[in-house]
């Protein structure tokens, strides 16, 4: 596998030439990402880019503390990921499934008998790619600041009809993983989260990524901001322990890419149960666009990728994994909604289309 700078060199030729144009996709992306922290877009972004599991490109914009100047470090600022939670959660699911220990077709009353029975059955895996029925957030619920456990959290929705009956739609929400969460802890008989940081974390050295808990407050950790009309104020104080499958994770971008190239090389997780979590589901013959815990997709060129985006109180996320051209690209942000993607694609297409057809 040839590095990024390599390609360039071999298809620019002269080293001169090859520095101009490694300096002309750097200066696009600077100028792209620099344009958001100089718009008031959001207050902070970090990125960071792999390509054959080496990191090719790496940097911090603007600032992860405004009142304190405090710049972004990509290996250290720790954001909020919101949905990039989701495959690291699904990782773990993975594993599980892998030993044996979750059937992904068997009901979810299996592992969860006290849920309150709803019309229709549903499985875990119609819970891991949102066509179990189960709805979305309600009024302040995006938002909640209780200190709910994942178990204590089902008061929220448990007692709500299914908005179809599965199999027969898709609703996006992060409820679902929470119900996935707590199916996984039940057949573990471990709490999730010390689940996935043996399983999960540990193995892939991902030191800077966490469960955000209240009252605990970790070094580097990026204050979370939203926008009002002059810049940023303080975003609200938001609990998300209970949704940590679905959006609770904290972490850097240079742990990130740490999980996407362990799916590149197979590590952890096999080839046939990754193909498993990486295949979209179709309803009624349509594709969904989404695994188990994982968006599949190709981009405006017809490649392939699959990954998450987040939106979150206090953090915005990209996570991009394109197996042909071997790329892995994380950016994350600590403002709330800023309506940066089509930004952000701009920056990822620039690095694909640099890193393709280099083997």
């Not at 119609?126 to 959290?153: C, P």
Request: proline residues 3%.
């Amino acid at each position: 596998m040839k590095s990024f700078f390599s390609f360039l060199k071999s298809v620019f030729g002269t080293a001169e030439t090859f520095q101009s144009e490694e300096r002309t996709v750097l200066d696009k992306v600077d100028c792209l990402l620099q344009s958001l922290i100089e718009e008031k877009k959001v207050p902070g972004l970090s990125i960071s880019v792999s390509q054959g599991n080496q990191i090719i490109f790496e940097k911090g914009y603007g600032f992860a503390d405004l009142e304190n100047k405090i710049s972004v470090i990509p290996q250290e600022t720790i954001f909020r990921i919101a949905s990039i939670s989701k495959p690291i959660a699904a990782t773990a699911l993975a594993i599980l499934v892998a030993e044996g220990v979750i059937d992904l077709d068997a009901s979810f009353y299996d592992y969860v008998p006290y849920y309150p029975k709803k019309e229709y059955d549903f499985s875990i895996r119609q819970l891991a790619n949102h066509t179990a029925g189960i709805r979305g957030y309600r009024g302040k619920e995006y938002g909640l600041n209780e200190l709910f456990s994942i178990k204590d959290s089902l008061v929220i929705f448990k007692d709500d009809d299914l908005l179809f009956k599965p199999g027969t739609a898709y609703q996006y929400t992060s409820y679902d993983w929470v119900l996935v969460s707590l199916a996984m802890q039940e057949a573990s008989g471990m709490p999730f989260e010390k689940y996935v940081e043996e399983k999960v974390l540990q193995p892939l050295q991902m030191t800077n990524t966490f469960p955000e808990v209240a009252g605990v407050v970790k070094a580097n950790t990026s204050k979370f901001y939203a926008k009002n009309r002059v810049g940023f104020r303080k975003a609200m104080s938001v609990n998300n322990f209970f949704k940590l499958a679905g959006g609770g994770y904290l972490s850097t971008t240079t742990d990130i890419l740490k999980l996407g190239n362990a799916y590149l090389k197979n590590f952890l997780v096999d080839e046939t149960t990754k193909n498993t979590f990486l295949s979209a589901a179709t309803v009624n013959g349509v594709s969904t666009y989404y695994g188990l815990g994982w968006q599949v997709s190709t981009d405006v060129k017809g490649r392939e990728y699959y990954g998450h985006i987040g939106n979150g109180v206090g953090g915005y996320s990209n996570f991009f994994v394109y197996p042909k051209e071997e790329v892995v690209i994380c950016i994350l942000t600590n403002g709330t909604n800023p309506n940066i993607q089509e930004v952000l694609d701009r920056v990822v297409a620039l690095f694909v289309t640099y890193c393709e057809d280099i083997h």
